[in-house]
């Protein structure tokens, strides 16, 4: 069968998030899925099939990282709506059923992509003692993003201090179901983006994530009512680096970039 490498949340190959994505007929069983995702060894695979026609979704997905099967992930869909479009296996809107319900993404005309996420509960709690040490600053703020996000989200005083995070990952694992996302206005607006964001998620295997899509469910909330605009663009700053255009719609979250087919293969185990 088919299997890509798609670099989601960015128009450069050998940047933004890289996901697998295979399309099936059906899901083999889990064990199968899992080695799979083993191989590959990317933060997701996605795995799809078509449903029958007439019914709420288009297509069934499921998303698993090397050592997990996660609820929701933003890129991996991202990447599994681009191979669809790019080869003209769906055209126009794709409805995908997951464990997150009904999400749909939506071709563009610039040629991005853009995914209709739910919008993360946010609920300011305290700062857990440790979390500064562990992380290697002083957060000015702290929030749960709710189960299905699955992170705490943190506010630092500004752009340089998220760049420069050096964490201790065995540590990070302590504060949340998944991880951390650290998060501090952009320095400057005219740079191209609104905020900065990292994602460390040593619970599901990954020590830090290139470009989170399901944590911007959660960073879209948290900066559009701090910055007055329900449209703003993330830096997500990993070492691979990517955008991500939010658009706040309640509680959906639009999630909008590009994505590149950067490995076309043949899978044969």
């Known amino acids: 069968m088919r299997i890509r490498i798609v670099d989601a949340f960015t128009d450069r190959p050998f940047s933004g998030n890289p996901a697998g994505v295979l399309l099936l007929d059906a899901f083999p069983d889990d064990a199968w899925l899992r080695n799979v995702a083993r191989e590959v060894n990317h933060a997701e695979t996605a795995f799809a099939h078509p449903l029958p026609a007439g019914g709420e979704a ?3 997905l499921r998303w ?8 929701m992930c933003g ?12 080869t003209h296996t769906h055209e126009g809107p794709v409805r995908f059923a997951t464990r997150s319900g009904v ?4 071709p ?9 996420f739910p919008t993360a509960l946010l609920t300011p709690v305290p700062v857990p003692d440790g979390v500064a040490e562990a992380l290697g600053a002083e957060p000015l703020s702290a929030f749960d ?33 998944r991880g951390i996302i650290a998060t501090a ?39 559009s009512a701090r910055l007055g605009s329900p449209d703003l663009t993330g830096l997500q700053a990993s070492p691979r680096s990517g955008h991500v ?19 076309d293969g043949e899978l044969l185990a």
């Open 75 to 86: 890129h991996a869909t991202l990447a599994t709506a681009h191979v669809l479009n790019s």
């Open 108 to 116: 563009q005309p610039d040629g991005s992509l853009t995914l209709d």
């Open 185 to 223: 206005r952009a320095k400057d607006a005219a740079a191209g983006h609104d905020y900065v964001s990292r994602c460390f998620f040593p619970n599901i295997g990954i020590d830090e994530d290139p470009v989170t899509g399901s944590a911007h469910t959660a960073l879209a909330p948290f900066w």
């Open 64 to 71: 698993f990282t090397p050592v997990a099967e996660v609820a």
């Open 58 to 60: 288009d297509w069934a």
């Open 145 to 177: 993003t709710g189960p299905q996000v699955g992170d705490l989200l943190l506010e630092l005083a500004d752009e340089k201090t998220v760049l420069g995070l050096t964490p201790d990952l065995r540590s990070l694992g302590h504060y949340s179901e």
């Open 245 to 263: 255009r939010t658009g706040l719609r309640g509680d959906r979250t639009l999630l909008s970039g590009r994505a590149v087919t950067v490995i």
């Open 103 to 106: 999400l749909i993404a939506t």
